[in-house]
């Protein structure tokens, strides 16, 4: 739980990590205490900074020392869950460590080794909490003249202390050098200074002096619903100003495509109160790595209202840093938000990232741009799914539902109309579903189980769609036997492929890949349901009327013909309005619903 790694390598795991991530995921360090890649830098990689003042003490008991003599080396302070024990050469403390190490209790302590060094340094077994560790040191053949025990301790996860000095022991005769030898001071020189933000980011200058990032576009930096990203070139560094609606933590990302990984990013993280801001590499789809070493100056931070701010500054280039990009290059931007806990971690965002439509140059001419936090592809899905089954598979179930008596006499290309505009939609309804399946593989690779029955139920509607063309190629004819068998299984599938339709958009539109406003989409969505539903009963009543009808004058034989006729014109009438009226509806529905998609 308690040191990062460097370099994160997962041959094979990554379509298991971007299972994972897609849940609550959070970026842990080593409860086992296995960190043998923090061995140089002994600094535990938790997203924020050192403490300055050290609680925790290490003591020895004796100060002199010859070649193959065991020192006995305690750690005691208040609680804590993690620790890492190095000796190193009081003279030259960014040397590897030295001598090595025995321990006394198994249960809380273990041995690493450091560089080409065995059992050269001990860290924590778990993260049980402890007061005291105690192990012994044993000085090689090769010591040098004067050793120092640092010691790297974590309370919590965002409580540590990094290389707290220890005592100095030292060979018989050993002189000092004049160089100073490690104090208190610099063991927490890792930390950068960090100041407290007076006023909100404004928006002055996007376009003309800074580059701006804004959702909404044009948005106000200073309302609780804008998301602002700004970069600014001052000679050789940028200074980078970001903000956003978010209790737990804003990031952006500068990545050479549209797709998570392999990119250069930034996180200001809400720290109970306390933001810290580091930098970070994403390897794949696994968590961020948060580096060791921050490359940012001049770093400031505000909390006011749900609103999180912070400004930084880093340089244009970074040659000692390889995992940062120069930023006088084209990059799409990522600007992400998410949850936080108060011990550390940081948990994937809820919803999808904004990224913008093009790759930019931040330090080249300013530009006001807005993005998307939905990729095109899984717009196209859904809106053709709309275009399917709001409006084609709607309209012509209605139309062989009702209108077969009413255009029965009317005829297109040898067939009963009724007929041609019913086959004409609902092929287009097969087509239209058939293209917006493959959008959503095309765009993940493959299959995704991260949308929960979304794409189970997909796979259901298509198939049912494909299967009702399919065996209305073998319909019989009307007096055939088993023609009443087939309309059955063709009314049954049809309507059984709308109700999973309906269901499969109302979980779509929530899914972090589109995410349709809240709660609009579902009134929304409820009110297509309820208008199709009333249509469909409406017409229902109207024809039992008109059926009643024509039985109650029945019995007056004369009249009959004239009777009939005259019912048979005001009810074809009515289903005509009514029909005009749905359709209409249908189209406000649908063009509801892709203005809203053009907007996420």
């Known amino acids: 739980m308690f040191f990062c790694l460097i ?20 970026v842990d360090g080593y409860p086992n205490g296995k960190v043998r890649e923090a061995c140089a830098s002994m600094v535990p990689c938790h997203g924020s900074s050192p403490k300055l003042s050290p609680e925790h003490v290490i003591t020895v008991n004796r100060t002199e020392f010859r070649p193959g003599d065991s020192i006995e080396v305690q750690l ?3 609680d804590f869950e993690g620790f890492f024990l190095q000796a190193r050469d009081a003279e030259d403390l960014d040397s590897p460590a030295v001598g090595s190490f025995v321990l006394v209790d198994r249960r809380h302590s273990q041995l690493l080794t450091c560089g080409h060094t065995m059992n050269s340094a001990v860290s924590h077994t778990s993260k049980a909490k402890k007061k005291v560790v105690k192990v012994y040191w044993i000085a090689p053949g090769g010591a040098p003249k004067h050793v120092q025990f640092l010691a790297t301790v974590v309370k919590k996860y ?10 100095v022991i030292s060979q018989p005769n050993a002189l000092f050098s004049t160089t100073p030898l490690y104090t208190a001071s610099e063991a927490v020189s890792t930390a950068h200074s960090v100041s407290y933000l007076t006023k909100p980011f404004n928006a002055s200058g996007c376009g003309n002096t800074k580059f701006c990032l804004r959702n909404p576009s044009n948005c106000d930096p200073e309302s609780a619903s804008c998301f602002f990203l ?39 993280i809400n720290e109970d109160h306390h933001v810290s801001v580091s930098t970070a590499y994403l390897k794949g789809r696994s968590p961020p790595v948060l580096d060791l070493k921050n490359a940012l100056e001049d770093v400031s931070w505000r909390l006011v209202d749900g609103v999180l701010q912070c400004s930084f500054r880093r340089n244009v280039s970074l040659p000692t840093y390889k995992e940062r990009f120069n930023m006088n290059a084209s990059y799409y931007i990522f600007l992400a938000d ?11 965002h809820r919803r999808q990232p904004l990224i913008t439509n093009g790759m930019y140059n931040v330090t080249g001419i300013p530009q006001d741009i807005g993005g998307s936090r939905s990729p095109r592809l899984i717009k196209a899905h859904g809106a053709l799914m709309f275009v399917a089954w709001i409006s084609t598979a709607s309209i012509g179930v209605v139309v062989a539902r009702f209108f077969k008596p009413v255009w029965s006499h009317l005829f297109l290309f040898g067939r009963e109309i009724w007929f041609q505009v019913h086959r004409m939609l609902m092929l287009t309804t097969v087509v239209l579903t058939s293209i917006s399946f493959v959008l959503p593989f095309i765009y993940r690779g493959g299959w995704s189980k991260q949308a929960g029955f979304h794409p189970y139920l997909g796979c259901t ?52 890949a589109l995410d349709l406003p809240d709660p609009w989409d579902t009134y929304t969505m409820i009110g297509f349901v309820a208008w199709h539903v009333g249509t469909d009963v409406l017409l229902e009543i109207h024809s039992y009327c008109l059926i009643r009808k024509v039985e109650l004058i029945e019995d007056d034989r004369v009249q009959i013909l004239q009777s009939l006729t005259s019912a048979e014109a005001e009810g074809n009438l009515f289903k005509q309005i009514v029909l005009t009226i749905y359709i209409c509806g249908n189209i406000i529905f649908l063009i509801a619903f892709l203005a809203a998609i053009n907007q996420v």
């Open 7 to 26: 370099k994160m390598e997962l041959p094979g795991l990554a379509f298991v990590v971007w299972m994972f991530i897609c849940f609550r995921v959070s």
């Open 76 to 78: 005691s302070g208040p």
């Open 158 to 167: 965002k409580i540590f202390w990094v290389k707290i000095p220890g005592p």
């Open 230 to 268: 700004s970069f600014h070139q001052e000679r050789s560094s940028v200074l980078i100003e970001m903000s956003g609606p978010s209790e737990g933590y804003l990031a952006f990302a500068l990545s050479f495509d549209q797709w998570m990984g392999d990119d250069d990013t930034y996180l200001c």
């Open 338 to 348: 998410g949850e936080a806990s108060e011990d550390g971690p940081i948990y994937k």
């Open 461 to 512: 509607v298509m198939a049912l769609t494909i299967f009702q063309p399919f065996m209305a190629g073998f319909r019989p004819s009307p007096h055939a036997p088993r023609r009443q068998l087939f309309n059955w299984f063709h009314w049954s599938i049809g309507t059984t492929a709308r109700i999973l339709a309906v269901v499969t958009m109302f979980l779509g539109m929530d899914l972090p």
